[in-house]
Nanobody, 123 residues
């Protein structure tokens, strides 16, 4: 079982930045992603990274503002979030799977999940 632990959530004003980290207990992961879930809404994909090949994928809502980046040496995934908006407020979850990922990825594709970290953006 792969363990994922997220760090870096918090509260920030609109326009600010936060960086989330996700530490994985295994180096055998080939695809990692960030999802988020706001109160009363379904969980949605934010960004994904094909760890071995370097490809990255973003939801339209965060394209150009968020950057996903894996550190393979540390088995850690980062999400740099800039120009944050109140609508980015959500619980953010790290997810991982052994197989690779492509342009199409969704919640059901991932076997391993972190416990989540809260991000709150005030206007």
């Amino acid at each position: 079982q792969v363990q994922l632990v997220e760090f870096g959530g918090g509260s920030v004003q609109a326009g600010g930045s936060l960086r989330l980290s996700c530490a994985a207990s295994s180096s055998s992961i080939n695809c990692m992603a960030w999802f988020r879930q706001a109160p009363g809404k379904e969980r949605e994909g934010v960004a994904a990274s094909a760890v071995r090949f370097g490809s990255t994928f973003y939801a339209d809502s965060v394209q150009g503002r968020f950057t996903i980046s894996p550190d393979k040496a540390k088995n850690t995934l980062y999400l740099q979030m800039n120009s944050l908006k109140p609508e980015d407020t959500a619980m953010y979850y790290c997810a991982a799977r052994i197989s690779g990922c492509g342009a199409a990825w969704s919640e059901g594709d991932f076997e391993h999940w972190g416990q989540g970290t809260q991000v709150t953006v005030s206007s």
